[in-house]
Nanobody
Framework: QVQLVESGGGSVQAGGSLRLSCAAS????????MGWFRQAPGKEREFVGG???????YCADSVKDRFAISRDNAKNTVYLQMNSLKSEDTAIYYC??????????????????WGQGTQVTVSS
């Protein structure tokens, strides 16, 4: 059974940094496209970034100059490094996995497995 567990969320002041982790079990992350999404109160869940099977990454325009995605295959863990955080980055951040398409999806319905989310709060 696939399980994704996020960690690393918390409260930080604007301009600060956080690194989120997503530990996977029951599946190999290097065989999947792994994605990060976020959902702010009252808003739809939105795509943040992803890492393809090849290891190449892709990000939403709103964060591409501040956020970076990486993975550690040995730990079967994906990371989201967030720098220069802004108050509008406040949201619950979710990790997701797509083992089927082999593409670089940006929509929630393309991902089959989801973590429980971790809260990120940025104060100005």
């Amino acid at each position: 059974q696939v399980q994704l567990v996020e960690s690393g969320g918390g409260s930080v002041q604007a301009g600060g940094s956080l690194r989120l982790s997503c530990a996977a079990s029951g599946g190999t992350i290097s065989s999947a496209t792994m994605g990060w999404f976020r959902q702010a109160p009252g808003k739809e869940r939105e795509f943040v970034g992803g890492i393809r099977r090849s290891g190449s990454t892709y990000c939403a325009d709103s964060v591409k100059d501040r956020f970076a995605i990486s993975r550690d295959n040995a730990k079967n863990t994906v990371y989201l490094q967030m720098n220069s955080l802004k108050s509008e980055d406040t949201a619950i951040y979710y990790c997701a996995a797509d083992w089927n398409s082999g593409l670089a999806p940006r929509t929630t319905n393309a991902f089959d497995y989801w973590g429980q989310g971790t809260q990120v709060t940025v104060s100005s």
